[in-house]
């Protein structure tokens, strides 16, 4: 089950026990993926969350797969290394916060879920990118190489457009 919830100024009018805008129509949840794939799109690098042991937040820049396209699996895919302390991070507490801003549209994305490390060296080679030999320098030969994968569980998009923010639920 999915469900979307929007969140808006206070100047848009409510009705009951709701908050509804007097003008925007509340996304379904096919617009609100696919939304979600334009940003993903437009804005290629995003921010990584993971917890450290002493309960501090940690995060850092990631790159994603652009060919790995936001499925209906909620899932997205980044390349790393192994041994890296935000793997370390994760197979502590594997709960990820992923943000991304759009270039060109300045939308704001960010996408609770879980991470998992995979060493899946077929779905390696179907993600790779030139652009990952930058961090990368042996490409698939890296040694410790390997993709982090992150299921999406809440999704919160922020549109400047009509200041206004949606949250989608994914029960995955």
């Known amino acids: 089950m999915t469900s979307v ?3 808006v100024p206070q100047h848009v009018q409510r009705s009951g026990d709701s908050e509804m805008s007097t003008d ?18 437009d804005a290629k690098i995003c921010y990584l969350t993971t ?6 937040l940690h995060t850092r820049p990631m790159y994603s797969c652009q ?10 895919w980044f390349f790393t290394y ?5 793997v370390k991070e994760i197979e502590s507490n594997n709960h990820v916060t992923l943000s991304f801003t759009a270039d060109t549209t300045h939308q704001y994305l960010t996408i609770s879920g879980f991470a998992e490390l995979s ?4 779905k ?3 993600l790779w990118e030139e652009g990952f030999q930058r961090w990368f320098p042996r490409g698939l030969d890296e040694p ?9 569980k809440k999704l919160e998009n922020w549109d400047p457009q009509v200041s206004k923010a949606a949250t989608l639920h994914l029960d995955l």
């Open 5 to 7: 919830q929007e969140t």
């Open 24 to 41: 925007v129509a509340e996304p379904s949840r096919d617009e609100m993926v696919s939304k979600v794939r334009d940003i993903i799109k």
């Open 51 to 56: 917890e450290g042991e002493d309960r501090s």
């Open 67 to 76: 060919q790995a396209e936001f499925n209906s699996n909620g899932e997205l």
């Open 82 to 86: 192994g041994d890296s302390m935000k």
């Open 119 to 122: 060493t899946d060296k077929n």
């Open 124 to 126: 390696m080679t179907a």
């Open 144 to 152: 410790d190489i390997a993709l982090l994968k992150v299921t999406a």
